[in-house]
């Protein structure tokens, strides 16, 4: 009986929500009669009013806005104060306040998700008061005291924001939380390898749930950025560690063809070498074949060499696809997990660096053009 009412409850709850297909917000703001109060949505890229009232002698108002087809920002604005709450269904809000701390002080009621957004911008506001005590003649000692406090309390905020993130990263207390700043700087960041899960759950769950909500490709598209960007920096560290130990130049490798023969890069050395990481079973492996044998039959008789390594996890298929190249192509036993990758800092295929005459590593992964240019040069 209880689970067949319970059940009524939820479909007269939906049925309402569509009948209506609205969303209520409504409350009180005492000492601000005849004040202008303007009801905002928060979009992407720009605020826009919606509607506007002037709080009557009792302090009541209430507005009411079609829903939103995803979770979205809106916001109750008194001159500068502002009030901001999230709205993903019909929900009914109700808000009371008082003119005086309009802000923060203020008690929300029909939205679990605006209380935590609440409980977020307050922490925020918080500190960047305390940011804002910092002044250019403040004598160092205090400075540097107000500074730890702030570092402090950003640690205590964050601390509580991921719990909420990883409490449900599809919310949209989740998302406000990512987007938080103080002194006009993220909070969190997903170019900051500690803060890059956080943003990379909330990316997801949104790119999950919602992919063609723009809040969602902005995100998801920042986070792949992220993750780009750090993969170039490892590679650039990689690289600069190549250069550094020019006397050598390169990494020597050691493996099998597929003749279990061994095949050593050093033995290569005198002429140019441009050496291959990638793999047969990849989607773009013929036509990345071809380019490689139109290199190599125009430039092999005058000192050009492939040596190329397999990063195929299929033995069989390796050995059936290189079976009438005529460059050296090697594979270790364990395929793609070959130290091999960590010791060139491999993150994609292909990679390749091209090797000259003198062992020297000159460069990394050129395209079409700049790598004939480079193998041009240096024959």
Known sequence: MKKTLIVLLILVGMISCKQHNKFYISGTVKNAKGEMLYFEHS????????????????????????????PDFYRLRLNDKIITFAVDSCEEININAQSANFASDYKLTGSTTSNQIQVLRKSVMNIQRLANELTANMDATERNSKIAAIEKDIDVHKEMARKMILQNPRSAAAYFAIYQKVNDTYLFSPYIKSDRPYCAAVATAYNTFMP????S????ALV????????KAREKEAWDEILATRG???INIILPDKNN???KLSALIGKVILIDFS?????????YTFALRELYNQYHKRGFEIYQISLDQNKQLWQQSIANIPWICVRDLNGPNTNYVSSYNISSIPTTFLMDRKGNIIARSLGKDELRK???KNL
Do not use: C, H, M, W
């Not at 490709?217 to 998801?220: G, H, I, Q, S, V």
């Not at 792949?224 to 993969?231: E, G």
């Open 43 to 70: 979009g992407l890229l720009k605020t826009t009013i919606l509607d506007s009232v002037r709080v009557r002698s009792n302090g009541s108002f209430e507005f009411k806005s079609k829903r939103p087809v995803y």
């Open 212 to 215: 063609e909500y723009e809040r």
């Open 217 to 220: 490709k902005n995100l998801y």
């Open 224 to 231: 792949l950025d992220a993750i780009r960007s750090d993969r």
């Open 248 to 250: 050598t130049g390169y």
């Open 261 to 263: 023969v061994e095949r």
């Open 279 to 287: 793999a047969y079973e990849s989607r773009q492996s013929i036509d």
């Open 374 to 376: 480079a193998i041009e």
